[in-house]
């Protein structure tokens, strides 16, 4: 954006942009200005999405974990997301998914917050339910749902509508296993709390558990969690509430949702304002804007960037802080979103994938300062000043 701008004003007067004028160009918030949000500082505007790896025993985080998360953080991301991690067993997407059901599970994931906090970045957790789409097998043996004598379990939903042909029945929660789901996610969060996560994302999003409350899709239901809007969110911002009132004031509650399922008379983006403007109300912070998950097939136009329309959107109207996320792969589409207040955080999720210091080329490319981690910073201006006398190295 600012490079555009300068060549703007060089083509308009022949000349290039002198640093007063430069700097007076900078927009006042970009992708790399830090963010307050409650008690917690985030260094800059790059998130990294929680993206599952399926490779977790009984839910527990290992090495992989460590080395996956811990190496974005010295790869200069300000905000790490662990993946979508279950706050029962039979919550889960997969057998491989991580968990935060029991104690037990709280220490390898606070050896993760340990370090990633010791590279100076902060990180948070998503908690979820998988809802009618868990219980299948891992990406790379087909995804499949899995029967109870292959290692899956009994799925749940809002009402006994199958995710698509060949998924399981899942079986409608009634009023106390509404209740149980609630008083799991309540505990997850204090678990959290205890493993050091600067802040908690409750995931309602991708046509998991609380997404296929909201969807007309989905919910069938006849009772209070069903039929109208309000009743549709009732359960999502239940849950919220108490979730916001079991943590510290301090500590930011994020909300991913899908602002659209992309299907006629499914869940659509004036429904997701209204959501938006009720999760505020309920203390939650920020809204990480997806789309999708309901159907196993929708029609929808994948585009750079096509997702954040509907962060905009609800940011304008419904005065709450958004996060963009989708095929946003260059840090200045990344700054752009941010510059123009389409969004207050950008989360980067398979381009982090294959450029771990994804965010250190962001700042290099904005001119500011790379913060590599002091070991690879040394070597890293080593060389450069090594090229810059001639030498070799």
Avoid at 234 to 261: H, K, Q
Avoid at 282 to 287: M, R, T, Y
Avoid at 294 to 307: D, E, F
Avoid at 373 to 378: F, I, V
Wanted: net charge negative; charged share 25%; proline share 7%.
């Amino acid at each position: 954006m600012l490079e555009t701008t300068a060549r703007m004003l060089a083509d308009r007067h022949g000349r290039c942009p002198t640093a007063d004028e430069h700097d007076r160009m900078r927009p006042e918030t970009d992708l790399l200005t830090p963010m307050v949000i409650r008690g917690l500082t985030l260094p800059n505007r790059v998130a990294m999405a929680p993206m599952c790896q399926y490779v977790a025993k009984d839910g527990f985080a290992d090495d992989w974990h460590l080395v996956h998360l811990g190496s974005r953080a010295c790869g200069g991301v300000g905000l790490i997301v662990v993946e979508a991690t279950g706050v029962l067993p039979e919550a889960r997407i997969t057998p491989g998914c991580l968990g935060l059901w029991k104690d037990d599970q709280i220490e390898p994931l606070a050896r993760i917050v340990k370090f990633v906090h010791g590279q100076g970045k902060k990180i948070g957790i998503q908690i979820a339910h998988a809802g009618r789409k868990s219980s299948c097998d891992v990406p790379w043996k087909g995804g499949e749902p899995l029967m109870e004598d292959e290692g899956g379990w009994p799925v749940v939903g809002p009402s006994p509508v199958p995710f698509g042909m060949g998924s399981p029945l899942p079986t409608e929660l009634d009023v106390a296993g509404l209740e149980r789901v609630a008083e799991a996610f309540i505990a997850s969060a204090h678990r959290a709390i205890q493993a050091g996560f600067d802040l908690i994302e409750i995931h309602a999003a991708h046509g998991y558990l609380f997404h296929s409350f909201l969807s007309p899709i989905s919910n069938r239901r006849k009772d209070g969690y069903g039929g109208s809007l309000d009743n549709r969110m009732r359960l999502l911002l239940e849950v919220a509430g108490r979730v916001r009132a079991a943590i510290p004031e301090s500590m930011p509650l994020f909300v991913r949702i899908s602002a659209t399922d992309w299907v006629e008379e499914g869940w659509d983006g004036p429904q997701s304002v209204t959501l938006a403007r009720k999760l505020k109300a309920a203390g939650v912070d920020l809204i990480d804007v997806s789309t999708g998950g309901t159907v196993p097939v929708a029609s929808i136009p994948v585009s750079k960037g096509y997702q954040v329309p509907f962060a905009a959107d609800i940011r304008r109207e419904a005065g709450i802080a958004t996060g963009a996320v989708g095929l946003i792969t260059e840090p200045g589409e990344a700054n752009d979103i941010i510059c123009r207040g389409d969004a207050d955080v950008i989360f980067i999720g398979r381009q982090l994938l294959r450029e771990p210091y994804w965010a250190i080329r962001a700042q290099t490319e904005m001119e500011a300062e790379a913060t590599w981690p002091l070991p690879y910073g040394y070597a890293v201006r080593r060389r450069s000043k090594m090229k810059l006398e001639g030498g070799k190295g």
